[in-house]
């Protein structure tokens, strides 16, 4: 594929089918980031500077979705591993540090993410991909990094709990 808008450094990615998915990557990064907007839109950079130099260079392993979602999964990860570490340093180091430092909630207060956000992190996150992200759960694994069995295991463990969860709220309810 020779698009004219095709990336110098990286041949397989089109502007133009980067500009289609950009919302959604966006609305995974700002979930990444515990949806604090100028932490995703940090990442959202740092993946396009990855994309356009060609240090993460897409070979079609994948769909570009799935890939893109995946650099943002990892610059997310890096990121809060050094932010973890940093605050562990300040932890250790400062007798008077608080927890003023954590990342706040967001405020979603909606019965259905209430009971999301208890589901265990890979249950979430497969839950967020599948339909929130409009992946599939092949792709939602992929971007996880985990095996397409595993996330269906995830993604069916979640769907019991979040039933169990909202029946008994709508039992409550009657």
Not at 1 to 5: G, S
Not at 77 to 83: H, Q, T
Not at 111 to 118: C, I, K, S
């Given at each position: 594929?020779?698009?004219?808008?095709a990336?110098?450094?990286n041949?397989?990615?089109?502007?133009?089918?980067?500009?289609?998915?950009?919302?959604?990557?966006?609305?995974?990064?700002?979930?990444?980031?515990?949806?604090?907007?100028?932490a995703?839109?940090?990442?959202?950079?740092?993946?396009?500077?990855?994309?356009?130099?060609?240090?993460?260079?897409?070979?079609?392993?994948?769909?570009?979705?799935?890939?893109?979602?995946?650099?943002?999964?990892?610059?997310a990860?890096?990121?809060?591993?050094?932010?973890a570490?940093?605050?562990?340093?300040?932890?250790?180091?400062?007798a008077?540090?608080?927890?003023?430092?954590?990342?706040?909630?967001?405020?979603?207060?909606?019965?259905?993410?209430?009971?999301?956000?208890?589901?265990?992190?890979?249950?979430?996150?497969?839950?967020?991909?599948?339909?929130?992200?409009?992946?599939?759960?092949e792709?939602?694994?992929?971007?996880?990094?985990?095996?397409t069995?595993?996330?269906?295991?995830?993604?069916?463990?979640?769907?019991?709990?979040?039933?169990?969860?909202?029946?008994?709220?709508?039992?409550?309810?009657?």
């Open positions: 594929m020779r698009d004219a808008d990336l110098e450094n041949p397989e990615i089109t502007r133009s089918a980067l500009e289609a998915i950009h919302g959604q990557v966006f609305g995974w990064a700002l979930s990444r980031c515990n949806y604090d907007r100028a995703a839109e940090d990442i959202m950079q740092q993946a396009y500077v990855e994309l356009l130099s060609g240090n993460a260079l897409f070979r079609k392993k994948s769909t570009l979705k799935t890939f893109v979602f995946s650099v943002v999964q990892n610059l990860r890096s990121r809060y591993r050094r932010l570490t940093r605050l562990r340093l300040v932890r250790e180091h400062a008077n540090a608080d927890d003023s430092f954590l990342p706040e909630e967001p405020d979603r207060n909606s019965d259905v993410w209430l009971a999301v956000r208890h589901l265990p992190v890979r249950q979430r996150d497969i839950i967020e991909l599948v339909f929130c992200r409009e992946l599939t759960i792709e939602a694994a992929s971007v996880m990094g985990i095996t069995g595993t996330g269906r295991v995830h993604y069916d463990r979640a769907k019991k709990a979040l039933r169990a969860a909202l029946g008994s709220l709508a039992d409550d309810m009657k």
